[in-house]
C-alpha cells in the first residue's frame, strides 16, 4: 500500500489526550517539559515536533497532554498558524517571551515544505525502496508487492494490503513500513495483524517510532517491530533536510542504504526463530 498523507502527522494529537484517562506520566512530563521550556526560552516549537523530542521518554499522547495543561494553566504561550484548508499547526513557547513571530514564520515555511503530499509520498515511497533493498539484499526472497494474497490465501474484509511479503529460511514476513513522524493508526495496526494472521506468516512492521505497547502487540503474533528513528527522505531532498535539521532539529537524513545495524538485530531475531 502507497503512503497515506495525515495531517495529524503534522499537527500532533491535540484532540486525541483529551479522550483518554490522565495518566501518571502526564506529571513527569510537565516537569521535563518545564526544565526544557526554562533552558530554551527564546525558541518556539511545534507540538509535533516536541512529541518527537521527548518519545524515548513518552508516549506522543503523554507528551500532547502535558503541553496541552501547561498552556490551559498559563506556564506556556501557543500561536495557532493555518497550515492548510481546515488545519493548523500549534506552536508552543515560554510565557515570557515576546519576539515569536519571526520564528513561527520560519518554522512554518520548512513544515509547509516537508508537510505537503508529493513530499510525503516520495519519503514512504523511498523508505519502502530501501528497506525492501536492504531484507532483499541479505538473502529474503520478494514474494510480491503492494499485495493481500499469499499462499492460495486472500484478505477481503477491507481495502488494505502490505507493502510486500518477503520469506527465507522457509519463514514468511508482510511487511509494513511507516516513514513519518506519527505513530501507525491503532485501527491499521489492528487490521494488519489480523491481515498476516490470515495468511499465516508473520508480521514485520517497519517504523520510524512506535509506543511500547503496540510493539508488544506485534510480538504477541509471533512478529518484529523494526524501529529506525530517522526520518528518511528521497536523495533529491538534501537541501530540504538539512533545513529541517537547522530549523526544527528534528532527525531526518536522505541514506542511501538502510544501516547495516537496523538490519543486523533483526536477522539475529529472525536465527533465533527458524525451526530445526
Not at 50 to 77: P, R, S
Not at 159 to 172: A, G, Q, R, S, V
Amino acid at each position: 500500500m502507497g503512503y497515506d498523507f495525515d495531517e495529524y502527522e503534522v499537527l500532533g494529537e491535540e484532540g486525541w489526550p483529551e479522550s483518554l484517562p490522565r495518566d501518571a506520566k502526564t506529571d513527569e512530563a510537565r516537569e521535563e517539559l518545564l526544565k526544557f521550556f526554562d533552558e530554551n526560552a527564546e525558541r518556539v516549537y511545534y507540538l509535533k515536533q516536541l512529541e518527537v523530542f521527548f518519545e524515548k521518554q513518552f508516549f506522543h499522547w503523554i507528551t500532547a497532554k502535558a503541553v496541552n495543561e501547561l498552556i490551559e494553566e498559563g506556564f506556556l504561550g501557543k500561536e495557532e498558524v493555518p497550515l492548510r484548508k481546515g488545519t493548523s499547526l500549534k506552536f508552543v513557547f515560554s510565557k515570557g517571551l515576546r519576539y515569536y513571530k519571526r520564528q513561527i514564520n520560519k518554522c512554518t515555511k520548512v513544515i509547509r515544505k516537508y508537510s505537503s503530499p508529493t513530499i510525503a509520498i516520495a519519503c514512504g515511497r523511498q523508505a519502502e525502496i530501501l528497506f525492501f533493498n536492504a531484507l532483499t539484499n541479505r538473502g529474503f526472497l520478494s514474494k510480491g508487492q503492494d499485495v493481500n494474497e499469499y499462499g492460495g490465501k486472500k484478505w477481503t474484509e477491507t481495502e488494505h494490503d502490505l507493502d510486500f511479503i518477503i520469506e527465507k529460511d522457509n519463514i514468511t514476513y508482510g511487511c509494513e513500513v511507516k516513514n513519518r513522524w506519527d505513530y501507525i493508526e491503532r485501527d491499521e495496526l489492528a487490521i494488519k495483524l489480523k491481515m498476516c494472521g490470515l495468511l499465516g506468516i508473520k508480521p514485520l512492521f517497519i517504523m520510524r517510532h512506535s509506543p511500547k505497547s503496540y510493539n508488544w502487540e506485534i510480538i504477541q503474533r509471533g512478529g518484529y517491530a523494526m524501529i529506525f528513528e530517522t526520518q528518511v527522505y528521497p536523495f533529491g531532498q538534501k537541501e530540504l533536510v538539512e533545513k529541517i535539521k537547522e530549523v526544527l532539529g528534528l532527525p531526518v537524513d536522505c541514506p542511501r542504504a538502510i544501516p547495516e545495524g537496523i538490519i543486523d538485530r533483526f536477522l539475529k531475531w529472525h536465527k533465533r526463530n527458524i525451526t530445526v
